[in-house]
């Protein structure tokens, strides 16, 4: 698992970068294209798994968790935006006052929980309905159940409000309902 640790004298720090939903994927590519090896250690989208019915079957899918955002994993924050000026899509750094503000040790600790390095895809959960109440089984929304606001057993998918990026998120991740008691 990526941890924050120390490189080349700094402390590897977590950013979000907002982009335009629907673009992630191609400004990732971008960032890796401008950004030198030495200036970032990691970018990705982060994902979900979620299930759909095509054609008549179940197959698992991935969805992207955040949109309009991916996260940049760098020590050197002033290369990074020197990097991104140089993106031909809008990729901005979240920020005040012109700085940088990084992930919150919670909100990275929250990620790395249910992702690895090259592979920031969060898996599928499992629950059951008893009267009102959703009991996770397995998966990655375990002891998170205090966090879904929604269910569409339809869709298999779970509605989330969390707190993130410094502002309240709705995002989705999958949840199958076994069973409804």
């Known amino acids: ?3 924050p640790e120390m490189a080349r ?11 335009m939903a629907g673009r992630e994927f191609a400004v990732q590519r971008q960032i ?18 979620v299930q759909k019915h095509l054609r008549g079957e179940w197959r698992t899918c991935t969805a992207v968790l955040f949109p309009g955002y991916l996260i ?8 990074l935006q020197a990097a991104l ?5 809008f990729a901005k750094v ?14 990275i600790a929250w990620i790395d929980a249910f992702t690895e390095k090259e592979h920031r895809v ?6 059951v309905v008893e009267g009102d109440q959703v009991v996770i089984l397995k998966g990655p929304l375990m002891g998170h159940a ?3 606001r929604k269910i569409d057993r339809r869709k298999r998918t779970a509605y989330l409000e969390m707190e993130m990026f410094g502002r309240t998120i709705r995002t989705k991740l999958g949840l199958g309902i076994v069973r409804k008691q």
């Open 72 to 79: 940049v994993v760098t020590d050197n924050a002033s290369d």
């Open 85 to 89: 000026r140089r993106v031909p899509a």
């Open 32 to 49: 890796e294209q401008f950004a030198s090896d030495d200036v970032l250690d990691e970018c990705f989208v982060p994902q979900y798994e």
């Open 146 to 148: 205090g966090c879904i």
């Open 122 to 127: 969060i898996g599928m959960s499992e629950g």
């Open 94 to 107: 979240l920020g005040s006052d012109g700085k940088f503000i990084p992930l919150e040790p919670r909100e």
């Open 9 to 19: 004298g700094g402390v590897r720090m977590w950013y979000v970068v907002q982009t």
């Open 1 to 3: 698992r990526s941890r």
